[in-house]
């Protein structure tokens, strides 16, 4: 399978198969890889919100998360950026079937495709910093969208190891910079709300978050891909984004005032306490049966039934 490195493909353009190209990174990314470029086609959802993308881009509708066709589609492309499924907590805790559907089995079905693939493309998909790993890189437990994407990187590593796959997980930071985001983010809203002068709401109590321009994701990504043109199969990457600035949501809160010029007051609010649970292990009785007795009692049940077949009467052939 390593041949697939050495047929030009990285000499000329390359062609990358885009899921989730109507989302805010998507749509932003598609415009600067074709400048550059590269020959780009998407996949989204017939009901996404479509942002502009460039002109010529040929987009499939399709639901990743029960597509039957993407192993015809994936031959086609040199690589695969995977963006689509669900990319906000808030989402993912609640329609938490949907969130399992479209990041683990889109991300799953994408990966069955490119195994049975002749020449596999690699793919790059977006994981997140609610992956939550130790030192180890043992994968602990954090919210339900954590999970969906801890699930999509492990099912990319089995895959990448087993089928002799390039894949790379993104754990990208919270993403800013585009008026043209998701009208819910917090720095978008936060800066339009200031803008005209209205109050800015903070939760109490939240832990500091990470946020990364739209600009340096997009260079990320792009120098990520062209890399993984370079890595020979089988490989798992992971590229950590936690180089976004780390700031408590007050905090944001009175930087977009003053980079507003405003002077919007924040109001504090409560949420409704999380929910954690530790996991509590029951007790066993101890085994009673040991290995050779229960081997003994297995071969005196074999003989009993070989015996028992072999005194069974033979039917008679015909009719009565």
């Known amino acids: 399978?390593?041949?697939?490195?050495?047929?030009?493909?990285?000499?000329?353009?390359?062609?990358?198969?885009?899921?989730?190209?109507?989302?805010?990174?998507?749509s932003y990314l598609a415009h600067i890889l074709i400048a550059q470029g590269w020959r780009v086609d998407g996949i989204d959802l017939a009901t996404a919100?479509?942002?502009?993308?460039?002109?010529?881009?040929?987009?499939?509708?399709?639901?990743?998360?029960?597509?039957?066709?993407?192993?015809?589609?994936?031959?086609?492309?040199?690589?695969?950026?995977?963006?689509?499924?669900?990319?906000?907590?808030g989402d993912a805790h609640s329609r938490p079937l949907e969130a399992i559907r479209a990041n683990i089995m889109g991300t799953a079905n994408l990966l069955e495709a490119m195994r049975r693939a002749q020449r596999p493309p690699w793919m790059l998909f977006a994981s997140s910093l609610e992956v939550n790993t130790d030192a180890s890189g043992a994968y602990g437990?954090?919210?339900?969208?954590?999970?969906?994407?801890?699930?999509?990187?492990?099912?990319?590593?089995?895959?990448?190891?087993?089928?002799g796959l390039v894949v790379a997980a993104a754990r990208i930071a919270g993403i800013y910079g585009s008026p043209d985001d998701n009208p819910d983010k917090v720095p978008l809203v936060f800066a339009l709300r200031?803008?005209?002068?209205?109050?800015?709401?903070?939760?109490?109590?939240?832990?500091?978050?990470r946020y990364i321009h739209i600009d340096d994701?997009?260079?990320?990504?792009?120098?990520?891909?062209?890399?993984?043109?370079?890595?020979?199969?089988?490989?798992?990457?992971?590229?950590?984004?936690r180089a976004g600035r780390k700031i408590g949501l007050e905090q944001l809160a009175r930087l977009v005032c003053r980079k507003a010029g405003a002077t919007s007051p924040i109001e504090s609010f409560t949420l409704p306490a999380s929910r954690e649970?530790?996991?509590?292990?029951?007790?066993?009785?101890?085994?009673?049966?040991?290995?050779?007795?229960?081997?003994?009692?297995?071969?005196?049940?074999?003989?009993?039934?070989?015996?028992?077949?072999t005194r069974a009467p033979r039917r008679r052939s015909g009719t009565i």
């Open 49 to 89: 919100r479509r942002r502009r993308l460039p002109a010529g881009m040929d987009v499939r509708h399709l639901d990743l998360g029960s597509a039957s066709n993407l192993p015809s589609i994936v031959v086609n492309y040199d690589g695969i950026l995977h963006l689509a499924g669900f990319s906000r907590v």
């Open 217 to 241: 994701v997009s260079k990320a990504l792009i120098s990520a891909m062209r890399q993984l043109m370079r890595i020979r199969p089988p490989a798992f990457c992971v590229l950590d984004f």
């Open 194 to 209: 200031a803008l005209e002068g209205k109050p800015l709401r903070v939760a109490a109590g939240q832990r500091l978050m």
């Open 141 to 163: 437990l954090t919210n339900m969208y954590g999970l969906t994407k801890a699930a999509s990187e492990l099912l990319s590593h089995r895959y990448a190891a087993d089928y």
């Open 1 to 26: 399978m390593s041949s697939r490195r050495s047929d030009g493909s990285s000499r000329r353009q390359p062609r990358l198969l885009l899921t989730g190209c109507y989302g805010g990174l998507g």
């Open 277 to 309: 649970l530790i996991a509590r292990n029951l007790t066993l009785q101890a085994p009673q049966v040991s290995l050779e007795q229960g081997l003994a009692e297995l071969m005196l049940a074999l003989r009993r039934a070989d015996r028992k077949a």
